[in-house]
């Protein structure tokens, strides 16, 4: 429980631009539950993992890319030993989590294909089944932005369709619906229109 309540803190210090702060919360308290993986309790393997998370999106943000992929492998390290999601005092984690989680990563990195690449993985296309909407949904807004990046605007408005019809009311308090409606209205203001009446939701001026 100490663990995942200083995962909330570097997440508090992340949202407030502390990112020196929000990797150094995270990285500690992992140090202090290191599991060894052969003996490891499945809490301790959650715990760990989502730490390990919170670190790589701390460390993605200052655009450390090295300890974003350092960070991101011992996370992925602990979900395989989970082998499935697993939720502990209102937090999951697990190989669905690590895997969506690293899109979102290589989206703030700026490696646009390498995060589309992950998404495009067989096992991605079921993430509904073990993700809660809102994770779902967050994920589906960071596949959106990178495929506007890589000039896949249709994708992204139909990415973006699937995300507002999936979560009309979460949706109108996201900041990023707007940024990927105004990065497509540069290739189609009629596209974005249409898909602003679609979910209800406006998008552009």
Request: with cysteine; hydrophobic share 45%.
């Amino acid at each position: 429980m100490t663990a995942l309540l200083e995962s909330t803190l570097s997440w508090i210090y992340l949202r407030g631009a502390k990112l020196p702060r929000a990797v150094t919360v995270a990285e500690r308290a992992a140090l202090a539950i290191e599991p060894s993986f052969s003996k490891a309790s499945r809490p301790e393997l959650v715990a760990y993992g989502r730490l390990m998370v919170s670190a790589a999106v701390a460390a993605s943000r200052r655009e450390d890319e090295s300890a974003a992929d350092n960070y991101l492998s011992q996370a992925h390290a602990a979900a395989a030993r989970l082998g499935t999601e697993e939720k502990l005092y209102g937090t999951s984690f697990g190989p669905t989590a690590a895997k969506t989680e690293a899109v979102g990563i290589h989206v703030a990195l700026k490696n646009y294909s390498r995060a589309l690449k992950l998404a495009g993985h067989e096992d991605m296309k079921t993430i509904g089944k073990t993700m809660s909407k809102v994770a779902r949904n967050r994920y589906k807004l960071d596949v959106a932005l990178a495929q506007c990046a890589t000039g896949l605007h249709d994708a992204a408005g139909d990415t973006l369709i699937e995300v507002g019809l999936d979560a009309p009311e979460w949706v109108r308090h996201q900041a990023l619906p707007g940024v990927i409606g105004a990065r497509i209205a540069k290739v189609s203001t009629a596209r974005v229109r249409s898909i602003s009446e679609l979910i209800g939701v406006p998008l552009i001026a």
